[in-house]
């Protein structure tokens, strides 16, 4: 395993632990301890606030890997209807739970791990591609004749 992606891990456990109201850094470093603590909470905050169906639509697929784990760990099962989109996940937990727990960690995993995937993609780029990685440049459109809709604007291979 890279060293990169060994310390991604720790870090994702140390946001486990942190949330799971780590007191010391022998608790942060007990990943195990950690989740057995939120799972106690969620199951005295579901007597206290009952489940409800939660619908969550994320904008990704990472994202939604992300919360469907997040959900798998603490005993939730996570399910979608038929026809909904693959980017929303529902589940039915304790709005307390969601609100206190689950949604901050998942906000700061999936943000860590964005940013894990942001750098490894530019680095990448870089080395693989074109070392110039800055944005396309923003230009005024050019003025439009004829019929909105038609033209060389329309994507890849359209014919003008």
């Known amino acids: 395993m890279p060293v990169d992606e060994a310390r991604l891990i ?92 689950l949604w901050p960690e998942f906000d700061e995993i999936s943000r860590t791990l964005r940013t894990y995937l942001d750098d490894v993609t530019e680095r990448v780029i870089a080395e693989a591609i074109h070392e110039d990685r800055s944005e396309a440049e923003v230009m005024d459109a050019p003025r439009r004749v004829g019929r909105p809709g038609f033209g060389a604007d329309r994507g890849p291979g359209a014919a003008s």
């Open 10 to 101: 720790d870090k994702l456990r140390l946001v486990e632990a942190l949330h799971a109201g780590a007191a010391t850094a022998g608790e942060r470093d007990a990943a195990e301890s950690a989740r057995q603590r939120i799972l106690r909470r969620l199951r005295s905050t579901e007597r206290a606030d009952p489940p409800l169906e939660f619908k969550f639509t994320l904008g990704d697929r990472w994202s939604r890997k992300v919360l469907v784990a997040l959900l798998r760990r603490y005993g939730i099962r996570p399910y979608r209807y038929r026809r909904q989109r693959h980017t929303t996940v529902m589940a039915k937990v304790s709005r307390r739970f969601v609100n206190e727990t």
